[in-house]
């Protein structure tokens, strides 16, 4: 008799591992692949198509609409909306800004944040450095532009760049002492070629040189000049004058008179001519007085043009030359931070043994720089230079706070002409519409290449 197998005579033999599993059942009808009710995510999505189809599909379609329509919406114009935008100098010149800007704004600040990505490394206040660059980013373009235009101010007084420059400018090369001051027609002078004054007689040995000038503001006289002192004809081997400015406070002078109250030209440089060469020179003290040799007896008293040259007041920061330089400066500014922090990420997965091996085979750290790193970070470094691009084609508020109304047209980009063609004082919907059009084929390549290389990374 035989004995029962483990489990029973009438148990099934155990399912080979290895055999394929039973397929599920047919999927229900009205579900997703998740088993989701298609109406379910229809209803959670509705919400969302609608918000996109009123604040994008509609816009765009309706843009493209109205920019084939004239000025007053009434008249078809065909494509001379089109044809306008490059025809029109205004926007021809906001195309070539914008050209500039696409080119050298992403460029920069990319650059500039690869660079303090990788120099962060090696530094131990790193942190707080990056902070430091990265904080503009929290400001707005409004507030940017506002700082701007206070920094690019041409009065040194109120513009840190030309502050800056004429400090700088100053150090080497000493501004005029009175750039405003003339002489009377009463004077014993008038006014000679290139700027200069020379006396209307020749220097006499007996007779006292007068050098009095008006025009120059008590606040802006010398700190330590003093009341002038009247000098003597002369002392036998010397000449003396005296240079002061013939005015007094309150009134009451005498032209051609030093008066107690009347201050000395402290700085003020004289001159001896002769037949067109200078035969002596010399400088007046705090109290005005200045002394020439006796052989400058006979010749004429001239006051270069040195004594009242212009102060140099800096750079024409928001002229018509460099006011796109000037706004550029600015958005680096803000979106070098933006680039750097995205740049450090992508600089912290980078493996690092590559770059160990790289130096223990003899690279210095530039080598190792361009043709590791740099490398490594290309679509890092995409991704940075797509989204500025993409950022740039649309500025307008640095470019409409920064630029003044005399240099905006010079200034002018594709965005800032959208707005003035479509809300300005003649206002031309048409041509509006058109610029806006324009900009949105502009942005799609760059969005096109954007998804192609998402795509790309994403199949690795």
Same mark, same amino acid.
């Given at each position: 008799?035989?004995?029962?197998?483990?489990?029973?005579?009438?148990?099934?033999?155990?399912? #080979?591992?290895?055999?394929?599993?039973?397929?599920?059942?047919?999927?229900?009808?009205?579900?997703?692949?998740?088993?989701?009710?298609?109406?379910?995510?229809?209803?959670?999505?509705?919400?969302?198509?609608? @918000?996109?189809?009123?604040?994008?599909?509609?816009?765009?379609?309706?843009?493209?609409?109205?920019?084939?329509?004239?000025? /007053?919406?009434? +008249?078809?114009?065909?494509?001379?909306?089109?044809?306008?935008?490059?025809?029109?100098?205004?926007?021809?010149?906001?195309?070539?800004?914008?050209?500039?800007?696409? &080119?050298?704004?992403?460029?920069? /600040?990319?650059?500039? +944040?690869?660079?303090?990505?990788?120099?962060?490394?090696?530094?131990?206040? +790193?942190?707080?450095?990056?902070?430091?660059?990265?904080?503009?980013?929290?400001?707005?373009?409004?507030?940017?532009?506002?700082?701007?235009?206070?920094?690019?101010?041409?009065?040194?007084?109120?513009?840190?760049?030309?502050?800056?420059? *004429?400090?700088?400018? #100053?150090?080497?090369?000493?501004?005029?002492?009175?750039?405003?001051?003339?002489?009377?027609? &009463?004077?014993?002078?008038?006014?000679?070629?290139?700027?200069?004054?020379?006396?209307?007689?020749?220097?006499?040995?007996?007779?006292?040189?007068?050098?009095?000038?008006?025009?120059?503001?008590?606040?802006?006289?010398?700190?330590?000049?003093?009341?002038?002192?009247?000098?003597?004809?002369?002392?036998?081997?010397?000449?003396?004058?005296?240079?002061?400015?013939?005015?007094?406070?309150?009134?009451?002078?005498?032209?051609?008179? &030093?008066?107690?109250?009347? @201050?000395?030209?402290?700085?003020?440089?004289?001159?001896? *001519?002769?037949?067109?060469?200078?035969?002596?020179?010399?400088?007046?003290?705090?109290?005005?007085?200045?002394?020439?040799?006796?052989?400058?007896?006979?010749?004429?008293?001239?006051?270069?043009?040195?004594?009242?040259?212009?102060?140099?007041?800096?750079? #024409?920061? @928001?002229?018509?030359?460099?006011?796109?330089?000037?706004?550029?400066?600015?958005?680096?500014?803000?979106?070098?931070?933006?680039?750097?922090?995205?740049?450090?990420?992508?600089?912290?997965?980078?493996?690092?043994?590559? @770059?160990?091996?790289?130096?223990?085979?003899?690279?210095?750290?530039?080598? *190792?720089?361009?043709?590791?790193?740099?490398?490594?970070?290309?679509?890092?470094?995409?991704?940075?230079?797509?989204?500025?691009? =993409?950022?740039?084609?649309?500025?307008?508020?640095?470019?409409?706070?920064?630029?003044?109304?005399?240099?905006? #047209?010079?200034?002018?980009?594709?965005?800032?002409?959208?707005?003035?063609?479509?809300?300005?004082?003649?206002?031309?919907?048409?041509?509006?519409?058109?610029?806006?059009?324009?900009?949105?084929?502009?942005?799609?390549?760059?969005?096109?290449?954007? =998804?192609?290389? =998402?795509?790309?990374?994403?199949?690795?």
């Amino acid at each position: 008799m035989t004995t029962a197998t483990a489990g029973g005579a009438g148990a099934a033999p155990p399912a #080979d591992e290895t055999s394929p599993r039973p397929s599920p059942g047919p999927e229900k009808p009205g579900r997703g692949v998740t088993g989701t009710r298609r109406v379910i995510a229809a209803a959670f999505l509705l919400p969302a198509l609608v @918000l996109l189809g009123a604040l994008v599909v509609y816009p765009i379609g309706y843009s493209v609409y109205r920019s084939f329509f004239d000025q /007053a919406g009434t +008249g078809f114009a065909g494509f001379d909306n089109y044809t306008a935008l490059f025809t029109d100098d205004t926007i021809l010149t906001a195309v070539k800004n914008n050209a500039i800007w696409v &080119v050298f704004a992403p460029t920069v /600040a990319t650059a500039l +944040g690869l660079v303090f990505a990788v120099l962060t490394e090696r530094i131990r206040w +790193g942190t707080a450095f990056k902070l430091i660059v990265f904080m503009p980013m929290a400001i707005s373009m409004l507030a940017a532009g506002i700082i701007f235009r206070l920094v690019y101010d041409q009065a040194p007084e109120r513009g840190v760049a030309n502050a800056v420059a *004429v400090s700088v400018h #100053d150090t080497f090369n000493a501004s005029a002492g009175f750039p405003k001051a003339r002489p009377l027609p &009463v004077h014993p002078l008038e006014k000679g070629e290139g700027g200069t004054y020379v006396s209307k007689e020749p220097i006499r040995a007996d007779r006292p040189l007068l050098v009095p000038l008006v025009g120059v503001a008590p606040a802006k006289m010398p700190g330590d000049a003093r009341p002038a002192r009247g000098s003597s004809a002369a002392s036998g081997e010397e000449i003396t004058g005296t240079a002061w400015l013939d005015f007094t406070r309150g009134g009451g002078g005498k032209p051609n008179v &030093v008066d107690p109250k009347e @201050l000395g030209l402290k700085g003020l440089t004289v001159e001896a *001519v002769r037949d067109g060469k200078v035969v002596a020179s010399a400088t007046a003290g705090a109290d005005g007085v200045f002394t020439l040799p006796a052989s400058a007896d006979g010749a004429q008293l001239r006051l270069p043009a040195d004594n009242f040259r212009e102060p140099y007041n800096g750079v #024409d920061w @928001l002229g018509p030359s460099l006011v796109t330089p000037g706004i550029i400066g600015s958005y680096v500014w803000m979106w070098a931070g933006f680039a750097m922090v995205l740049i450090a990420a992508g600089l912290a997965g980078l493996p690092r043994e590559l @770059l160990e091996a790289a130096r223990v085979d003899g690279a210095n750290e530039w080598q *190792v720089f361009r043709r590791i790193t740099v490398p490594m970070l290309a679509p890092v470094l995409a991704v940075v230079l797509v989204t500025l691009m =993409i950022n740039v084609l649309k500025v307008f508020d640095l470019v409409f706070i920064i630029a003044p109304g005399s240099s905006q #047209d010079d200034a002018n980009v594709l965005a800032l002409q959208l707005y003035r063609s479509s809300f300005g004082t003649d206002a031309d919907l048409g041509i509006g519409s058109a610029i806006a059009v324009l900009l949105l084929l502009l942005v799609i390549p760059v969005m096109l290449f954007n =998804i192609r290389r =998402i795509r790309k990374e994403g199949r690795r």
